[in-house]
T-cell receptor, first 112, second 113 residues
Framework: DQQVKQNSPSLSVQEGRISILNCDYT??????FLWYKKYPAEGPTFLIS?????DKNEDGRFTVFLNKSAKHLSLHIVPSQPGDSAVYFC???????????FGTGTRLQVFP | ETGVTQTPRHLVMGMTNKKSLKCEQH?????MYWYKQSAKKPLELMFV???????ENNSVPSRFSPECPNSSHLFLHLHTLQPEDSALYLC????????????FGPGTRLTVL
C-alpha cells in the first residue's frame, strides 16, 4: 500500500504559467515533507521541504503548500521555465527517522 | 570530487555474475542509503547505514549484500541476480542533524541478462 501518492504521472505547462504538482499521503505520523527534482541520467536533487508545523514554504519560484487535514501537499512553480522540465518526486518522513517514503513521481514538461 | 558519486554508471551482468556497486560521499555525512528505482514505481529504500551500522533492511533479498566500511563509502555487492533486478540503483547520504534532506548520487543503471 503506497503511503505517498502522486496521482498524475505527467503534466504539461506552457512557459510562464504556473505548474502545480500534487501529492497525497496516508500516514498521519508523517511530519516532514520534501520535493525532489530529477533530470534524466542524474540522481534526484533536493528542491524544497516543509515541516508539519507550517502550511507554506516559499523559495524563489517554488512554493510548497501543506494541508494536514486533507493529507495533501502541492508544489507550485511560477513562472514555469523550460529548465524546470524534469520528474518531481514527493517524499515524506516521520518523527526521528531518516527514512523517506517517495511517491512515484510526476513528469513535468514546460513548453515554449 | 564533490557530492555523492557512484560507480559504475552503467552495468550489464549475467545472472551468475558477481559485481559490486560503489558509492562515495564527500559531504561529511554520517548516514548512507541504497535505493532501487524501477520503472513506474516509487523509489524503494533498500538499506540504511547510520554511523557505519546498518539500521534498516527493507526485506531485501540476500542476493543484495551491502557493506559500509566507513562513513564515506558504501558498497552493494550483487550475486546471482534476476532479470527483474534490472533497475536504477541510487545511493544517498544525509547528516542526521539536518532533518531528512538526502543528497543523491547519479545512480547505477543495472541490466541483468
Amino acid at each position: 500500500d503506497q503511503q505517498v501518492k502522486q496521482n498524475s504521472p505527467s503534466l504539461s505547462v506552457q512557459e510562464g504559467r504556473i505548474s502545480i504538482l500534487n501529492c497525497d499521503y496516508t500516514n498521519s505520523m508523517f511530519d516532514y515533507f520534501l520535493w525532489y527534482k530529477k533530470y534524466p541520467a542524474e540522481g534526484p536533487t533536493f528542491l524544497i521541504s516543509i515541516s508539519s508545523i507550517k502550511d507554506k514554504n516559499e523559495d524563489g519560484r517554488f512554493t510548497v503548500f501543506l494541508n494536514k487535514s486533507a493529507k495533501h501537499l502541492s508544489l507550485h512553480i511560477v513562472p514555469s521555465q523550460p529548465g524546470d522540465s524534469a520528474v518531481y518526486f514527493c517524499a515524506a518522513s516521520g518523527v526521528n527517522t531518516d527514512k523517506l517514503i517517495f511517491g512515484t513521481g510526476t513528469r513535468l514538461q514546460v513548453f515554449p | 570530487e564533490t557530492g555523492v558519486t557512484q560507480t559504475p554508471r552503467h552495468l550489464v551482468m549475467g545472472m551468475t555474475n558477481k559485481k559490486s556497486l560503489k558509492c562515495e560521499q564527500h559531504l561529511g555525512h554520517n548516514a548512507m542509503y541504497w535505493y532501487k528505482q524501477s520503472a513506474k514505481k516509487p523509489l524503494e529504500l533498500m538499506f540504511v547505514y547510520s554511523l557505519e551500522e546498518r539500521v534498516e533492511n527493507n526485506s531485501v533479498p540476500s542476493r543484495f549484500s551491502p557493506e559500509c566500511p566507513n562513513s564515506s563509502h558504501l558498497f552493494l555487492h550483487l550475486h546471482t541476480l534476476q532479470p527483474e533486478d534490472s533497475a536504477l540503483y541510487l545511493c544517498a547520504s544525509s547528516q542526521e542533524a539536518h532533518l531528512n534532506e538526502q543528497f543523491f548520487g547519479p545512480g547505477t543503471r543495472l541490466t541483468v541478462l
